[in-house]
């Protein structure tokens, strides 16, 4: 699959994440994204930048609904899209109250799989904990509460879309360690802002070099947590 086609992935994950808020959500439902290769994503705030963007890689350049910095999705992630009714007790109050389930959810399995020292940070570990500056206009070169690091180093990403007839929180797993200069150049930072990604991140490399289905069990037990979350009442997997 050339990296255009595999956009064709990413981008359906973005118009599946606007259907799902385009009307009043009458019932949660779900579906995670393994991409197949390479796309940028960028937040909703750099939408005026997708042009540049574009005209300086080869990569499929996309805007999502959420905010954030830019991700790089690719084959060394796992994506994940959930939406719910805007009453909905997993909601929450606010962006904070509603990303705490999801954190916790995850780390939850990432830590049963045998990644090391997996932690969804609380808001008050998340402000103290700080990120680099340098990096933090990237989704993964900052941490907000509720995100999961590994010893220390990010390997969730959390977003979110709230409107007055739903919530959508997405969200992206590290399986290995991105090729950052991509991204860097695709936005037009220097090259030692992918060193600095590089370690402030991980993937879940050690599980899964010592287990090769680590990727498929991990999809599976994500979706196994988020049916049992939400009553399984949508569910689309993907």
């Not at 005026?48 to 890689?57: H, M």
């Not at 007790?89 to 990303?99: H, N, Q, W």
């Not at 206009?137 to 709230?162: D, H, I, M, N, Y």
Request: neutral net charge.
């Amino acid at each position: 699959m050339s990296e255009g086609e595999a956009g064709g992935l990413a981008a359906a994950e973005q118009a599946w994440n606007e259907a799902a808020l385009a009307q009043p959500v009458a019932a949660p439902a779900w579906r995670l994204w393994p991409y197949d290769a390479a796309a940028v994503v960028l937040g909703r705030a750099q939408r005026a930048d997708a042009e540049a963007v574009a005209a300086r890689t080869p990569l499929p350049v996309l805007v999502r609904a959420s905010g954030g910095g830019p991700v790089l999705v690719g084959p060394w992630m796992l994506g994940l899209s959930v939406v719910l009714p805007a009453g909905h007790p997993l909601a929450g109050r606010g962006p904070v109250d509603g990303y705490r389930w999801l954190g916790e959810g995850v780390a939850a399995v990432l830590d049963v799989l045998g990644v090391p020292a997996v932690q969804a940070l609380s808001p008050d570990l998340a402000r103290r904990r700080g990120a680099d500056p340098a990096i933090a206009w990237a989704c993964f070169g900052g941490l907000s509460p509720w995100e999961v690091v590994t010893a220390g180093r990010k390997v969730v990403g959390l977003a979110q879309v709230r409107r007055r007839h739903g919530v959508l929180v997405v969200g992206g797993v590290l399986l290995d360690a991105p090729p950052w200069e991509r991204l860097c150049e695709a936005v037009g930072r220097p090259a030692s802002h992918a060193d600095a990604l590089r370690a402030a991140t991980a993937g879940c490399v050690p599980a899964r070099a010592a287990d090769p289905s680590f990727a498929p069990r991990l999809a599976e037990r994500i979706g196994g947590m988020l049916a049992a979350a939400l009553g399984d009442v949508r569910a689309t997997a993907g």
